[in-house]
C-alpha cells in the first residue's frame, strides 16, 4: 500500500500534483484549524496565493485530485509547534513499517515542514517527496511545469552519518566511529575514501584498545593508499615503538636490551595515563583509576627492569647490598615455588633501598601516592563496593603524574633519551584533512 504523508498551507497544487502523481492509497493531510478548509472545504476554497485576503478560485485538494474522502485522515497541529507534526508523523509513519511511505513536506508552515521532514528521514522505507518548478514571485511554487520530485535520502543520511562520524571521532569514541562508517558503506558512498576511514580509525581504535599491533597495521594500510599527513606518519611511527616494545617485555627479559629499548619501555606508562584520561572524559572513573594503578605500578616495574629486576621473578643476587632487615623482607615474599614476586609498594621500597633515582622521589611522595591509590583499593573493579567519583580521579590523576614528571627528570636514561610524560601525545580528536592518492 502507498502512504501519502503532506503538511497542509495556503498552496494546494503541489498537494494535488504529488496526489495524482503517486496515487496513494492512503493520505494523512497534518494541517493547521485554519488550512484544514482546503482539504475538505464546501465550494471554492483554495486560492493563488496565501494570502489571507486572497480571492478563492478552485474548490477543495480532494476534489481537485478526484481522490475519495474515505481514503483520507486529517490530522490537526500546531502550525507553530515543529514538535507537534514531528510526533504525529513519526507515529504514523512507524505505524506502516511494510508500506511505501512518502512524506510531501512542500506546503504547511515552516514548522510543519521542519517536523514532517525530520520525521521521514528517519526511517529508511520512507521517502521524501518535494514539489519543485519555476516561482513567478516570492510566494509560492505556480504553474503546470512544477514537478514532483522524491529527494534523494542517502545524500541527506549521508551528511547526518558524517556529521556523528566526526563527532564521534573529535570524542575520542572511535569504535563508534567505526560502526558510522559501517553505516555509511550500506548507503553505497565513496569506497575509497570509507576504506581509507576505516583503517584509520581502526587503527585508533585497536591503540586504544591496547592493540598496538593490529593498529600498526592499519596504519600501514592506510598510509599505502593515501597521502598521510605528519601527523599520521609520527602516530605510525609511535605505534610501531608501542609494538616493538610489547614484543621486547614479552620475550625472554634475561636477554640483552639496550638501553634505549629499556627507556622506551616507559611509554607503556604514558599511555595507560593518556588511556585513563580519555575513559575520564566519558566520566568512566572506574575503568580511569584502574588504569592509573596499573601505569603507577608499570612505572616501578620499567625502572626495576632498566637495572635488570624483574618483578615477577626477582634475583636474588640483586639483594646481596641490601642490609639484612631488607633482605629478609623480600625474601618473605617467596611463591610456593621459591620465586620472589613484589607488587606495586615493595617495588618502590626496593627502588629506595637499592637508592635509584626514581627511589629517591618516592621518599618524598610514597604517603601521597598509597593515599589516592585508596580510591582504586576500594573500587567495585578492586576490592570494594564504593564507586569511584570524578575528585578521585582528578586527586589520582594530578599526584600521579606530578610523581611521573619528577621521576622523569631525575633518572638518566630517560633524560637522555627525551623520554617523558610530557612529550607523549595523545589520540588525535579531529579526523585528519586527507588528499586521495593517485
Given at each position: 500500500m502507498r502512504v501519502l504523508l503532506a503538511t497542509v498551507g495556503g498552496s494546494d497544487v503541489p498537494i494535488v500534483q504529488s496526489i495524482q502523481t503517486l496515487?496513494?492509497?492512503?493520505?494523512?493531510?497534518?494541517?493547521s484549524s485554519e488550512s484544514r478548509i482546503t482539504v475538505?472545504?464546501?465550494?471554492l476554497v483554495c486560492a493563488d496565493s496565501g494570502h489571507k485576503n486572497a480571492p478563492k478560485i478552485r474548490p477543495n485538494i480532494l476534489i481537485q485530485a478526484d481522490y475519495p474522502k474515505e481514503q483520507c485522515r486529517i490530522i490537526?497541529?500546531?502550525?507553530?509547534?515543529?514538535?507537534?507534526t514531528y510526533f504525529e508523523a513519526k507515529r504514523i509513519i512507524k505505524e506502516y513499517e511494510r508500506h511505501q511511505v512518502y512524506c510531501n513536506y512542500t506546503g504547511g508552515t515552516k514548522s510543519m515542514t521542519a517536523g514532517l521532514f525530520a520525521a521521514s528521514i528517519e526511517f529508511d522505507y520512507c521517502q521524501t517527496v518535494l514539489v519543485k518548478g519555476p516561482r513567478v514571485d516570492l510566494d509560492k511554487v505556480k504553474g503546470d511545469v512544477s514537478r514532483v520530485e522524491i529527494l534523494a535520502r542517502n545524500m541527506i543520511l549521508r551528511n547526518r552519518y558524517m556529521n556523528t562520524f566526526r563527532e564521534m571521532f573529535e570524542k575520542q569514541?572511535?569504535?563508534?566511529?567505526?560502526?558510522?562508517?559501517?553505516?555509511?558503506?550500506?548507503?553505497?558512498?565513496?569506497?575509497?575514501?570509507?576504506?581509507?576511514?576505516?583503517?584509520?580509525t581502526r587503527a585508533f581504535s585497536?591503540?586504544?584498545e591496547f592493540q598496538y599491533e593490529q593498529a600498526h597495521t592499519n596504519f600501514e594500510i592506510y598510509c599505502k593508499y593515501s597521502r598521510p599527513s605528519q601527523e599520521i606518519i609520527a602516530y605510525k611511527s609511535t605505534a610501531k615503538k608501542l609494538k616493538t616494545t610489547m614484543d621486547t617485555l614479552t620475550k625472554d627479559q634475561s636477554k640483552d636490551i639496550s638501553?634505549?629499548?629499556?627507556?622506551?619501555?616507559?611509554?607503556?606508562?604514558?599511555?595507560?595515563?593518556?588511556?585513563?584520561?580519555?575513559?575520564?572524559?566519558?566520566?568512566?572513573?572506574?575503568?580511569?583509576?584502574?588504569?592509573?594503578?596499573?601505569?603507577?605500578?608499570?612505572?616501578?616495574?620499567?625502572?626495576?627492569?632498566?637495572?635488570?629486576?624483574v618483578t615477577a621473578n626477582v634475583d636474588d643476587a640483586k639483594l646481596t647490598a641490601l642490609p639484612t632487615e631488607r633482605r629478609e623482607h623480600y625474601e618473605r615474599r617467596r611463591n610456593p615455588n621459591g620465586v620472589i614476586q613484589i607488587g606495586l609498594r615493595d617495588s618502590y621500597d626496593l627502588l629506595e633501598d637499592l637508592q635509584q633515582p626514581v627511589g629517591e622521589v618516592w621518599s618524598r611522595y610514597k604517603n601521597k601516592i598509597l593515599h589516592v591509590i585508596q580510591s582504586r583499593n576500594n573500587s567495585?573493579?578492586?576490592?570494594?563496593?564504593?564507586?569511584?567519583?570524578?575528585?578521585?580521579?582528578?586527586?589520582?590523576?594530578?599526584?600521579?603524574?606530578e610523581f611521573i614528571r619528577e621521576c622523569d627528570t631525575h633518572d638518566p636514561i630517560l633524560v637522555k633519551y627525551r623520554i617523558n610524560l610530557d612529550a607523549y601525545q595523545d589520540l588525535p580528536t579531529t579526523y585528519p584533512a586527507e588528499e586521495v592518492s593517485d
Open positions: 496515487r496513494p492509497n492512503l493520505i494523512f493531510f497534518i494541517c475538505e472545504g464546501d465550494g490537526e497541529v500546531n502550525p507553530d509547534d515543529p514538535y507537534a569514541d572511535y569504535s563508534a566511529a567505526l560502526s558510522i562508517l559501517d553505516l555509511l558503506m550500506v548507503l553505497g558512498e565513496d569506497s575509497k575514501f570509507l576504506d581509507r576511514a576505516t583503517y584509520l585497536c591503540w586504544d638501553s634505549k629499548q629499556l627507556a622506551e619501555c616507559n611509554m607503556l606508562v604514558y599511555e595507560i595515563v593518556r588511556n585513563a584520561e580519555r575513559r575520564a572524559r566519558f566520566q568512566q572513573y572506574d575503568d580511569a583509576v584502574a588504569r592509573l594503578y596499573r601505569a603507577t605500578e608499570m612505572y616501578a616495574q620499567m625502572a626495576l627492569l632498566r637495572i635488570g629486576i567495585f573493579l578492586a576490592h570494594g563496593f564504593t564507586p569511584v567519583k570524578k575528585q578521585d580521579y582528578d586527586a589520582f590523576h594530578d599526584t600521579l603524574c
